[in-house]
């Protein structure tokens, strides 16, 4: 078995776990790893169907609890800057869901534990999964934290960051890396990464789409990509890091045979915020 990661709606960490779910990852194996991690006070998460412009695809949703006083609101709606997802992964806000966080003052930048690349690293060894996924997630972790210590102007010890160390963050890369494991594809193909354009406004101001660590994380691993008129950000970096720990650059065969196809449901409601990812041969 072969896949392909259309990524012409974008990528990101949580439409790419909700692809491999459709298209028939092993829920269970999710599930304990995930578990396995201890980390139930710090989230929970939903599996769901939803309908994207008729097509129903499945939603993984992280929810963080709200856990801090009505004083720090993380700005939903005004921090919009995801698939549609308005926290803020990091202190520039490069975000991943749309989290369900109680009244909504979650304040992340605030009250999330801030973690490096090593307390990450520690969490996934800690993990009850099998040793190519840990290393496919240390893998994704590591090209994030390289691209983001680049943009800070940081080593990559130093840099202590929600995109890197955020819980969502892991519950989407660690996902990711198990369910890609037990699907243990052959090769993968990648079509372009299409993005938006525009800027998006975080907590520190405006950045501009791509933003800063996807434009590393493509530049490093010579990633296709291709700008579109859509406003706002279709690639996020973890979705970019994904696509950069598995890309080798082989063009997908002329003629192929579709197996099955899983669609993984963005947030963001721009023309179609939809992942395929298809098993071919």
């Known amino acids: 078995m072969n896949l392909y990661f259309e990524c012409k ?9 909700a692809a491999l779910l459709d298209l028939g990852a092993d829920r269970e194996k999710l599930e304990k790893a995930l578990a396995s991690m201890k980390l139930d006070n710090e989230f929970t998460y939903n599996i ?18 709200d856990r801090c006083n009505g004083g720090h609101n993380c700005g939903h709606g005004a921090h919009h800057c995801g698939h549609g997802h308005d926290d803020c992964e990091h202190e520039h806000c490069e975000g991943e869901h749309h989290h369900h966080c109680g009244n909504g003052n979650c ?40 691209a983001e210590s680049k943009v800070h102007g940081k080593e990559i010890k130093d840099v202590h960051f929600h995109e890197v160390g955020a819980i969502d963050s892991i519950a989407d890369i660690v996902s990711f ?46 990633l296709p990509l291709k700008i579109t008129d859509n406003d706002g950000e279709m690639v996020t970096p973890t979705g970019a890091a994904i696509a950069a720990a598995l890309y080798t650059g082989e063009e997908l065969p002329e003629e192929f045979v579709i197996e099955k196809t899983g669609y993984g449901a963005g947030k963001r409601h721009y023309e179609n915020p939809v992942l395929r990812v298809m098993s071919i041969k």
């Open 107 to 146: 304040g992340h930048s605030h009250c999330h534990e801030h973690r490096n690349l090593e307390d990450v690293n520690a969490i996934i060894d800690s993990a009850d999964i099998t040793d190519n996924a840990k290393n496919l997630a240390k893998k994704i972790f590591k090209i994030v934290a390289e």
């Open 177 to 222: 890396a198990v369910l890609f494991d037990d699907l243990s594809p052959e090769k993968v193909y990648f079509s372009t990464l299409t993005d938006g354009q525009g800027f998006v406004m975080c907590q520190h101001g405006k950045i501009p789409v791509p933003v800063p660590a996807v434009c590393e994380i493509a530049a490093a691993y010579k």
């Open 9 to 17: 709606s974008g990528i990101s960490g949580d439409m790419s776990v």
């Open 48 to 65: 769901s169907k939803k309908s994207v412009n008729g097509i129903m695809a499945t939603d993984f949703d992280v929810i963080l609890p």
